[in-house]
């Protein structure tokens, strides 16, 4: 449920924007730093949709980890979802959207923005074919890692904030909001923490970047094919 909603968002308005703005250009494509705002653009506003669902997905994984007096006990994302909404708000639905969205429109400007970037580079002045097997791997290989660098730190402080439990003594919880999530981090375990799990964070999201731009680049390209039709 949450890839429905974050990566149709995300991919879909990318490549609307992506196109509109060639259209503006006389056909010469955007520049890094558009490509780069609409990347962020787009990924911002597909975590910030898809945030309950993400919410819901951090708690089931986490909640086996819990004391059993603090266990949630979801049944299903849908108990999930109605039992936020009664017990915690409305609002409570969206909690860590603002690491969600940071997280997000780093990743997507890693993503999406370096595979543009470095692809045109690659056939601009380096004179290889756009659409070889070896420029793809190299350009998504190469926004696997600018995306998982990038993403990271906002993705540990999404996990904490989504995780976190109020203090029933003090009634607050240990995290205001991001700044104060990666500031406290940074006081108390030291900057690198920001990145602690890159190793594996890269081993998963890499994979995921190519496969997800390869299969992308397939049916772009079948598509234009069709609509010259």
Not at 31 to 46: M, R, V
Not at 98 to 120: C, D, F, P
Request: charged content about 20%.
């Amino acid at each position: 449920m949450r890839q429905i909603i974050y990566s149709s968002v995300k991919m879909g308005l990318f490549r609307q924007l992506m196109n509109k703005a060639k259209e503006r250009r006389g056909g010469k494509n955007a520049a890094l730093w558009e490509k780069s705002c609409y990347a962020i653009f787009s990924g911002g506003l597909g975590a910030w949709l898809s945030n309950p669902t993400d919410l819901a997905m951090v708690r089931f994984q986490s909640d086996g980890l819990l004391p059993v007096a603090k266990r949630r006990n979801y049944k299903n994302f849908f108990e999930a979802a109605g039992r936020m909404a009664k017990e915690e708000g409305i609002p409570a639905m969206w909690k860590g959207s603002v690491a969600n969205v940071g997280r997000s429109a780093a990743l997507t400007a890693g993503q999406l923005a370096t595979n543009s970037q470095i692809t045109e580079m690659l056939e601009q002045k380096w004179g290889y074919d756009p659409y070889s097997i070896q420029t793809k791997v190299i350009a998504k290989a190469s926004a696997g890692f600018f995306a998982a660098f990038l993403s990271l730190p906002f993705d540990n402080m999404k996990v904490r904030m989504q995780k976190m439990i109020m203090d029933p003594k003090t009634g607050k919880y240990p995290y205001k909001n991001l700044v104060h999530a990666m500031g406290v981090t940074v006081a108390r375990e030291g900057p690198t923490k920001l990145w602690v799990g890159f190793p594996t964070f890269y081993a998963r999201i890499a994979p995921h970047v190519m496969i997800h731009l390869l299969v992308l680049d397939y049916f772009n390209q079948k598509y234009s094919e069709y609509t010259k039709h």
